[in-house]
């Protein structure tokens, strides 16, 4: 029973760091030898460590062995964050529905948040990369998760899914989340709807299709943040994906005002210059300066905002064009 610095005592590393075919008989050994399962360090138990970074074969039975010893099935950590959340965050493996189901089964809270107000289907929708993706939302909603839960900065699972930059099923996500009833234009405390957060997080080649499928459900493509931003000043600010041209061209076609100003006067050509995260961005300016999107307005220049951008390509060549721009 001895414990490190930390708090640490030998449960605690194996559940955290073996995931080995062996591990239920290494953890039967332990409490042989006397070890206290329910040690806690932080608020973490052996529970906590196993579902957080264990997702091998033996992850099921081990969870029930852990269970039947008399662990703390809800227990929480520093944070508010139980088993369930840390399972649906880190674990992407095909027994993820197997482990919520034993554990909705052995009694941990469905509908626990931790202290940001996060709840087991916005960590599954925010962070898992598991291709059950979308059985696994099912089963949190059968199981009595509220699919209109809010955290306490009011994101919901819609706004956490479109951050998700790790799942592949995120089309078919976005479309069952507003089957379940989820509203599309919903917004957070800032004002972001889910199309800001799928402009700012998500440079994937499924950017353009979730773009098409939330304007088809309905989501405002012209509803501004409590900054004055729109989707276009999100996506051009942030976003790394090498279709960023096509991505403009199509919220375009689908109406939204490009020549919208933030409530500092920055316009999109001056989000886009600001860039650190997309090296090509010439198409995208040049596109803009066509438009005639005014390099200078409100006190904001587009080639300031350019000159401290290092991350950029073809300065000297964009530079040139704004300059040219500018005379016009």
């Given at each position: ?167 592949s099923n ?26 800001h ?29 409590k ?9 051009c ?12 061209r199509l ?31 010439i ?11 005014p ?34």
């Amino acid at each position: 029973n001895a414990k490190d610095k930390y708090g640490w005592n030998a449960l605690h590393f194996l559940c955290r760091f073996n995931s080995n075919s062996n591990l239920i008989d290494a953890i039967q050994l332990l409490i042989q030898l006397g070890i206290d399962v329910h040690a806690k360090n932080n608020g973490w138990n052996a529970l906590l460590y196993l579902c957080a970074y264990n997702s091998n074969s033996n992850l099921i039975g081990a969870i029930r062995l852990l269970i039947q010893l008399g662990i703390d099935v809800n227990a929480k950590d520093d944070g508010g964050r139980n088993t369930l959340h840390y399972l649906c965050r880190f674990n992407s493996n095909s027994n993820l529905t197997d482990a919520f189901q034993l554990l909705i089964q052995r009694g941990i809270d469905v509908n626990a948040k931790d202290d940001d107000g996060l709840n087991a289907l916005h960590y599954l929708c925010h962070l898992n990369s598991n291709s059950d993706l979308i059985d696994a939302i099912r089963l949190c909603i059968q199981l009595g998760i509220d699919v209109n839960v809010k955290s306490n900065d009011g994101r919901n699972a819609l706004h956490y899914l479109c951050c998700n930059i790790l799942n592949s099923n995120l089309i078919d996500a976005i479309r069952l989340l507003i089957q379940l009833g989820i509203p599309v234009n919903a917004k957070d405390v800032s004002g972001w709807n889910a199309l800001h957060f799928l402009c700012r997080f998500n440079s994937n080649s499924n950017l353009i299709d979730a773009i098409r499928l939330l304007i088809r459900e309905g989501i405002d493509v012209n509803a501004k943040d409590k900054y004055g931003e729109n989707a276009l000043h999100s996506l051009c600010q942030l976003n790394s994906n090498s279709d960023l041209i096509d991505a403009i061209r199509l919220f375009i076609q689908l109406g939204i005002d490009v020549y919208a100003k933030d409530k500092f006067g920055k316009n999109a050509l001056h989000h886009l210059c600001g860039n650190k995260y997309n090296n090509n961005l010439i198409d995208a300016i040049h596109f803009f300066i066509q438009l005639g999107i005014p390099v200078v307005s409100d006190g904001n220049d587009a080639r300031f905002l350019l000159r401290w951008n290092n991350e950029i390509k073809n300065k000297d060549e964009i530079l040139k064009l704004l300059d040219e721009a500018a005379l016009v």
